[in-house]
């Protein structure tokens, strides 16, 4: 088999069929940063994960809290929720629904803080739970 030194190694070398380790390292570099080229496909409207994270707030999560749940900065949040994000990537947007189809009890706990007029009500389903 003939192997190819980092000079003469090539993606099209390995696309002829070349399976030496330069030439799959160049094939690897290719692939890579077309991954990296089609992410923004990964893309959604921010404008419905707005409302959503509206609706969070409202219900007692904290800009810190979601933040640390959903995998993103506190920054991203307030962006999102100042509507400085024009896309949020469909992971984010998936994290943010979920949250949106739990119930206000479920979301005090997940938040780990409910609004004062919340907490009872959240107490008195944790204890019925049990
Ligand atoms: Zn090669």
Avoid: F, Q
């Avoid at 940063?33 to 409202?58: M, Q, Y």
């Amino acid at each position: 088999m003939r192997v190819h030194n980092v000079e003469s190694a090539s993606r099209s070398k390995y696309v002829m069929g070349c399976r030496c380790a330069e030439c799959r390292k160049c094939n690897a570099v290719y692939i890579a940063s077309r991954a990296r080229k089609l992410r923004p496909l990964t893309l959604t409207s921010a404008n419905p994960i707005r409302i959503a994270v509206l609706k969070l707030l409202k219900r007692g999560w904290v800009v810190k809290t979601l933040a640390e749940r959903l995998g993103i900065t506190a920054m991203s949040v307030y962006d999102i929720r100042e509507g400085r994000r024009e896309r949020v990537s469909v992971r984010t947007a998936g994290e943010v629904l979920l949250l949106m189809t739990a119930t206000d009890a479920e979301n005090s706990i997940l938040a780990g803080s409910a609004p004062s007029a919340r907490r009872e009500t959240s107490v008195s389903d944790e204890l019925r739970e049990e």
